[in-house]
């Protein structure tokens, strides 16, 4: 099949505190709200790097799905609480300011910049839900 103009759009990670979630994304991570939308005592938070006005990332209440059972939530709950559950991969041209951005921010560091075997030089940090960011350096 040719002809496909395929862009990344949005991605999904959960929240459970809305206002943490926005501290970190917009006042660490320097990230744009684009959208800020409550319903029915819930949250949906839109966001996405300056310059990029194409791809933004959905920071959403994870139990809200109608379709979600009270066992799949505690599931949820419990991953989220362990970091397993929302990851996302971000990249930088200067990984070591980065990683010292993020660091002196307070976010929960996972692993200081490293040299991956795999050929990849990068950092983690957890946002206030546990989800993993992982940080690439761009080559």
């Not at 933004?56 to 599931?75: F, Q």
Request: hydrophobic share 35%; aromatic share 8%.
């Amino acid at each position: 099949m040719t002809g496909m103009d395929l862009t990344i759009n949005a991605s999904f990670l959960p929240q459970d505190d809305p206002d943490a979630a926005l501290a970190f994304y917009r006042d660490v991570l320097g990230f744009e709200i684009r959208n800020d939308v409550g319903y029915a005592g819930l949250r949906w938070i839109t966001v996405g790097p300056p310059g990029q006005p194409g791809t933004s990332i959905v920071l959403y209440p994870p139990g809200a799905d109608p379709g979600i059972t009270d066992d799949e939530r505690r599931t949820i709950a419990e991953m989220m609480a362990k970091g397993t559950y929302g990851i996302i991969t971000l990249a930088t041209t200067n990984l070591d300011d980065t990683f010292e951005h993020l660091a002196a921010s307070g976010a929960d560091v996972v692993q200081e910049p490293t040299e991956q075997p795999y050929g990849i030089r990068d950092c983690a940090v957890r946002d206030p839900a546990g989800n993993l960011i992982r940080i690439n350096q761009l080559r």
